[in-house]
């Protein structure tokens, strides 16, 4: 997978601000089509 820069550092998969897990899923942000990144969501976050 490549590298994934984020700055979620309270989450259980992020390590140095970059993320570890296996794999991630994202999805849209409570909206049908997105049109900017603020619109989108990490669905894979995990509360530390
Ligand atoms: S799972 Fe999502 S929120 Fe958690 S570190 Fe990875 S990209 Fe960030």
Same mark, same amino acid.
């Given at each position: 997978m490549s590298d994934i820069k984020c700055t979620? +550092?309270? #989450? %259980?998969?992020n +390590? @140095?601000?970059? #993320? @570890?897990?296996?794999m991630i899923e994202i999805a849209h942000? @409570?909206?049908?089509?997105a049109s900017k990144s603020d619109q989108t969501k #990490?669905? %894979?976050f995990k509360k530390k």
């Open positions: 979620v +550092s309270e #989450c %259980t998969y +390590s @140095n601000l970059a #993320c @570890n897990a296996p942000n @409570n909206i049908d089509r #990490c669905e %894979t």
